[in-house]
Each structure stands twice: as C-alpha cells, then as structure tokens.
C-alpha cells in the first residue's frame, strides 16, 4: 500500500538521509512467500552508499520500526525487510481511499488535460468491416477511454481509407455491370461481390486493370460521375459501419479520411523540399535517411507524378500537429504497417526534431483463422457484424436453457456476446497473434467476458439485497483471510490503470479484472454477506460496493456492456 511505503520512506531516510535519492516506491518489491510479509525492501542498492552489508542494513532499517502499530511484524531475511500489515489499519486507510469516488477523483488529475490524438478503426470505404478490422477498434477504443478517464484531452480519429485506385475498379465494373440505384438498395455486402467479381474477371482481362486508373483517375481530376459514385461508396459504408459502432459502443471525436489531407499534399510536399529532406530517386521523389536508421527511402511521390499512402499519412500528422498540439499522437493499427509508420515518424521529426517521441505506433499482432486466409479479393472475409450475430445467437441459447428470468433477452444477449468478442481479444496482449476460435470465443465459461459479466451480476445481486448500509463501518470485522485478499486485490486498481496507460495494454485491465472475479468469487464462497449480523452485514457490503465502483470502471474502460440480469 503506497501510504504505508511513503510512511517507511520517511522513517528510514529521516535516519539515513544519504540514500534518499535511491529510496522510492518503486523499491519495494512482492515477497515471494506471502506468509513473510506484504511488502518487502530489499536493502542491497544500498550497501555501497552505507558501507555495511544488506542484512545488516535491513536489521538496523528494522529497529526504526519498533512500536509501530501500523505493522504486525517486521522480519528479515537475507537482507529483504518484510513487513507484516495491521490489517486493521491498512483496511482503514485503504477504505479511505476508495471512499466517496477519492481514488478516481485522483487518478482524474495525472494526464492534466494534455491533448492525446488517438487513431483507430480506420476501415477502408466500400468493404465490409470484418473480423480483422475488430483489433484496431476495440483497442483503440480502450486506450481512448483510458486515456480520458486519467485526465487526457482524449481525441478519437477514424482515419478512413476512402482513397485509391480500388476505387476506379468498384466504378468501372459499376457502370457495367450495375447502377446507382441498386447500389443504394443493396448496400455495403454488394459493393464487396462487385469488387471480388472484377478481380476474377482482370485474372482473364488483365487490361480491365488499366480502366479501373483511367476512372480513379478521374476521381482525382473531380469527374462528376466519378464523385458521384465515390460520395455513394461513402454513404453506404457508413451506414454499415455506424451500426456496428453504435453496437460496440465505439465514439469518434473526428471522422476524416485519406481524402480529406489531398488538398494538403503539395503544400505537405513543398514543406519537405524547402527543409531539403527530398530527392530525386529513379524519377520518383523520395526522402532518404541515415544508413544506421536501416530503413528504405521513403517514397512521397512517383515517378508519374502520383503520390502514395505515406504522403497522405505525413500530411495527416502535419495537420494534426498545427490542429491539435498534442502532447502524444498514438495510431492503432497492425505491425504489418510498422516500418510504415517508422518512416512516417521519421520524416515528420527530420521537418519538425520538436515532434520527437510524440508519435507512437501502438502496433498489434495479426488476427487469423484455422481454416482459412483472408482476402477480400477472393471474398473470404469473415462480416464483423455475422460474428456479433453468432455470439449473440448463442447467448440467447444459453439464456434459454438455463430459463434465465430476463425481460429483454436479445438485448441481453447482444451484451453478453458482444462482451466475449471484445474480452476475448483485450484479455490478450496486443502484440500476440490471435487464432480466431469460434468455441473458445463464444464459451461461457472460464476466463471469458460471460464470466467476468456475470461475477458482476452475482455483485450487484447483494447490494439489491441489501438496498440501504452505513458507510461508517466496524474495519475489524473484515480482516479476515477473504476480506483481505479482495481489499488487495482492489488496492491494485490505480496501478494496473496507470500502467494500462503507460503502455498502452488493454490486456493488464482485462486480466486485473480476472484476478477480481477469482479473489470475489473466493469471498462470495466464503462469506455471507446477506442475513448476518447487523455490524458484520454493513461492513462486508461496504466492501462489495468499493468491488461495484472499481469492478464497474474496468469494465467500462475496456468497453464490456454492464449487464444486472443474467
């Protein structure tokens, strides 16, 4: 408990000031053996400065404590000073702490609204959103929402990819094959049976490629039938896409994409030559850098004159530099794309060596199926909305056989499906590769959402119970072994969360929220809440309603819908 380590900071500094400076929080370390202490100082770093062995220095360390009724033994062993809580007053000082909102009141001031720009989703227009689209949102989500709970001036940007000659493909077979009409009736799922159908007819017509860039050209040159085809793709792409945002409860403070930095490329381009960062390269225009930064030439422009994903992406950071003045700038997206955004930083801080360290490449590992690659070329991609389908389908099963009193079971349903695609991804670490599994996904038990959804359904049942308790409490009456563990176990909540932040892993939340789950259902087991003794009643609902708020706030950041019936 960080109260206790500043209060044994400042007693051993106050009688040995010289190894103030390498004596920290951080120092502290776990003990290996919970039965020798809750908190261990190991004493090495500091011999040099003391000039005594570690084992002596914790002995001496050791003395200053005799008396303290803030532990209930101090031991040491091999030169680690353990230290034994009394878990009367360490209840107290941490039920302070989570009293009244205190400690999310706090962790509210560490980002001290710096502006965070986060990019994420970013589907490409006129495809349908698929199971691997589904990383970059529900993690970039995340990281918004943790981000914004800390402090941070958190800004959403879905970077859309609605530019490129796949385009000029969509309207040449288009205005062969369909009309404008039947596009606006059929939607998103026909444009992706139209784009698979065109690859297979250019594998028997290679020349069909050449008449897809004539018509992306003309989109570039403001065609009229050509931006009217374009704006159509964008409609209808949204409209899919919107509702399965509004399932997953995903938000976007700013919705541009690749299209809306082409009035800034010349200027972006301009910028770049009068710094002389650019050069001629085989006709094309580039920007080379140092042999020791072991990375291609970044390519702006071509050598017929066209430019590329990376001028439009350089443009971008340009804009949201001027725009936002951030303090971070974070893209989500897979490592398939790192050595993209490695030359993409680089080149903004050879033009601006102030933006150094404010763009950060939150990358992930690629997400894959068993049974089969995908590729929207040859359609086989998984619809991200089937897949929420599926689950939900599911979960109505469940309900049903277990003939669950639920008011509204598809809604609920959809929660708890919902709720075990995106645990069963964040509970990952994102830079892990992940084999779509159908039946661990959608199972409902083990370390899954489902069960993380309903640990918290079985919290809220005994607060309901209860209705009313006093929040001055007796602390004595829940030191016992369950009682303790689950007060440890939320005493972890501000650290996970910062360190969720910190680096930007969803993951260290999801499995902090196992590790509650386990230490509650251990306690659930144990001890009864409803129908004891008046005091004991009061004091362990006490406990459950700090579990409620930390518990709650986990969930929420991570994005699992919050379910009272299941």
């Not at 004159?305 to 725009?323: C, N, V």
């Not at 389908?393 to 609920?412: F, G, L, P, W």
Request: aromatic share 12%; with cysteine.
């Amino acid at each position: 408990m960080k109260e206790f380590k500043i209060q044994i900071i400042e007693k051993v500094t106050g009688a040995y000031p010289s190894i103030k400076e390498v004596l920290g929080v951080e120092t502290f370390e776990n003990p290996k053996n919970s039965d020798f202490g809750d908190i261990a100082l190991p004493c090495f770093k500091f011999a040099g400065i003391l000039k005594m062995p570690p084992v002596k220095i914790a002995e001496n360390f050791s003395l200053l404590f005799t008396g303290d009724k803030n532990f209930e033994k101090i031991v040491n062993i091999n030169g680690y000073l353990n230290f034994k809580f009394n878990r009367e007053e360490y209840i107290r000082l941490l039920c302070g702490e989570f009293r009244d909102g205190n400690i999310f009141n706090k962790l509210k001031t560490i980002g001290n609204n710096k502006t965070i720009v986060i990019d994420y989703s970013h589907p490409n227009i006129a495809k349908n959103m698929g199971i691997h689209n589904l990383r970059s949102t529900i993690i970039g989500q995340s990281i918004y929402n943790i981000h914004k709970f800390l402090g941070y001036n958190s800004i959403g940007v879905n970077h859309l990819g609605d530019w490129g000659t796949q385009f000029g493909k969509l309207m040449w077979a288009l205005e062969e094959w369909s009309s404008f009409e039947e596009v606006e009736e059929k939607g998103i799922l026909f444009l992706n049976d139209i784009y698979v159908r065109f690859h297979s007819e250019a594998e028997k017509d290679p020349c069909l490629e050449e008449s897809a860039r004539i018509w992306f050209k003309k989109l570039e040159n403001n065609d009229h039938t050509a931006i009217k085809w374009w704006k159509l793709f964008i409609k209808v792409s949204m409209d899919a896409y919107d509702k399965i945002y509004e399932r997953l409860n995903v938000k976007f403070d700013y919705i541009t994409g690749e299209s809306f930095y082409i009035r800034y490329l010349d200027e972006t381009i301009k910028k770049l030559e009068e710094k002389n960062l650019t050069e001629i390269s085989e006709g094309a225009l580039v920007v080379k850098f140092d042999e020791n930064e072991n990375m291609p030439p970044c390519l702006l422009r071509k050598s017929d004159g066209a430019t590329l994903y990376a001028t439009r992406d350089i443009s971008a950071a340009m804009y949201r530099l001027t725009k936002f003045k951030p303090y971070k700038v974070i893209y989500v997206t897979d490592i398939a794309q790192e050595l993209h955004f490695n030359q993409v930083f680089k080149v903004i801080e050879m033009y601006d060596p102030c933006s150094k360290g404010k763009f950060k490449h939150v990358k992930f590992g690629r997400l894959s199926f068993s049974d089969m690659q995908m590729s929207t070329r040859k359609g086989n991609i998984v619809p991200l909305n089937e897949v929420l389908d599926k689950a939900r389908d599911k979960a109505i099963e469940i309900i049903k056989e277990r003939n669950a009193v639920i008011s509204d079971k598809a809604e609920t349903a959809d929660k708890i499906g919902i709720g075990a695609v995106i645990f069963n991804d964040l509970s990952v670490s994102r830079i892990k590769n992940i084999e779509f599994d159908w039946d661990k996904t959608l199972s409902f038990e083990g370390e899954t959402g489902p069960h993380i959804q309903y640990s918290f359904v079985r919290i809220l049942n005994i607060l309901e119970k209860i209705e009313h308790f006093e929040t001055n409490i007796d602390y004595s009456l829940i030191t016992d072994e369950y009682s303790y563990d689950l007060l440890r176990t939320i005493e972890q909540f501000e650290n996970k969360i910062i360190q969720s932040c910190e680096e930007n892993e969803p993951s260290v939340i999801a499995n902090y929220l196992l590790d509650l789950s386990k230490t509650f259902n251990r306690f659930y087991q144990n001890n009864r809440v409803v129908g004891v003794e008046n005091d004991l009643q009061n004091s362990r609902a006490f406990l459950i309603k700090i579990l409620q708020s930390v518990y709650a706030k986990c969930m929420d950041l991570l994005g699992i819908p919050i379910i009272d019936k299941m």
